[in-house]
């Protein structure tokens, strides 16, 4: 049986933050405003297994009302999502996602997104796809003033 599962995540990007998407601390001059990391490619991802299952989404499991996910490693977030998953028989197939911001360009850092998700998801660097565009200066994404992600996964009962 197979389950399909999709993610969307937003952060304000401000001055004194870092900024990591994906699990890569990306060198900008702003980062992602949040409780955790604001890692806003893992958090949808994050919704994404979680929804496949219909297991709720991040902010249930991982609310910023609990000081313990303060500050937390985004990837410690998508290891619990991955092992809830992998308690209920599903394991992930494959994982494609989006991002949308104006700034920074991110390609020099997809290959090692994609090594740390799928280290985490179990699957191959080629089972995860990470893809980015911007808005043509439209709106709050192209004033830089925040960014997006979305992000779809498969999921199988294991055998």
């Known amino acids: 049986m197979y389950r399909i599962g999709f993610g969307i995540d937003y952060h ?3 001055t004194g ?5 994906g699990g890569v601390k990306i060198p900008h001059t702003k980062g992602a405003l949040g409780h955790s990391d604001a890692d806003v490619l893992l958090h949808a991802i ?3 297994v979680l929804g496949a299952l219909a297991l709720g989404d991040i902010g249930y499991h991982f609310p910023d009302t609990d000081n313990a996910y303060k500050n937390i ?7 619990k999502c991955i092992e809830l998953i992998n308690a209920k028989g599903y394991k992930v197939i494959n994982i ?3 991002l949308c911001l ?8 997809i290959i090692k997104m994609q090594e740390i998700i799928s280290g985490i998801a179990g699957i191959t660097v080629n089972d995860v796809s990470i893809k980015a565009t911007t808005t043509e200066h439209l709106g709050f994404i ?18």
């Open 12 to 14: 304000q990007l401000v």
């Open 17 to 21: 933050r870092d900024l990591w998407i």
């Open 46 to 48: 994050c919704d994404a």
């Open 73 to 79: 490693d985004s990837k410690i977030l998508l290891t």
């Open 96 to 98: 494609d996602a989006s």
């Open 102 to 109: 104006q700034a920074p360009k991110i390609k020099d850092y």
């Open 142 to 159: 192209g004033r830089e003033e925040g960014l997006k992600a979305y992000a779809n996964v498969l999921l199988a009962l294991k055998q």
